[in-house]
């Protein structure tokens, strides 16, 4: 978890964040 992953965490809701981070992960992982 760098600056970034926590500065959107303070502005989102946690399932709207769990959405991202595995939208992030996928794209990452392909």
């Known amino acids: ?3 970034f992953g926590y500065a ?3 502005d ?3 399932d ?3 959405g ?3 939208a992030v ?3 990452l992982e392909s």
Do not use: E, F, V
Request: glycine share 6%.
């Open 1 to 3: 978890d760098g600056p």
């Open 8 to 10: 959107l965490a303070a």
């Open 12 to 14: 989102m809701p946690r």
């Open 16 to 18: 709207q964040l769990m």
């Open 20 to 22: 991202l981070a595995k």
């Open 25 to 27: 992960y996928h794209q």
